[in-house]
Nanobody, 125 residues
Framework: QVQLVESGGGLVQAGGSLRLSCEAS????????MGWFRRAPGKEREFVAAINWSGSRTYYADSVKGRFIISRDNAKNTVYLQMNSLKPEDTAVYYCAAGTPSIATMALMRGYDYWGQGTQVTVSS
């Protein structure tokens, strides 16, 4: 069992930056792939970024590529999402997830078994 707790959300102006953190419980964190998803008001949850167990491979949605960076520190059981050049359309609840996704399921919710409670990110124009 893995418990995930996100932090770092908040209100920021367009063009600003935020760094989200997701701390995992348990001693098997380094064996999991980690992902970030988000759900904007009135929309379904969508993939944002993912990173494999070692941090050697990262994946991004086209909408955030070049602006967001996902990273992990296995010694701290934590995955990060650095969000730069934020836009109002980035406003959403951001969720981190843990699992053992394949390349085919890295960007799909069904690739993950454990989810955090979410943290709100609001970008004002």
């Amino acid at each position: 069992q893995v418990q995930l707790v996100e932090s770092g959300g908040g209100l920021v102006q367009a063009g600003g930056s935020l760094r989200l953190s997701c701390e995992a419980s348990g001693r098997t964190f380094s064996s999991y792939g980690m992902g970030w998803f988000r759900r904007a008001p009135g929309k379904e949850r969508e993939f944002v970024a993912a990173i494999n167990w070692s941090g050697s491979r990262t994946y991004y949605a086209d909408s955030v590529k070049g602006r967001f960076i996902i990273s992990r520190d296995n010694a701290k059981n934590t995955v990060y999402l650095q969000m730069n050049s934020l836009k109002p359309e980035d406003t959403a609840v951001y969720y981190c997830a843990a699992g053992t996704p394949s390349i085919a399921t890295m960007a799909l919710m069904r690739g993950y078994d454990y989810w955090g409670q979410g943290t709100q990110v609001t970008v004002s124009s």
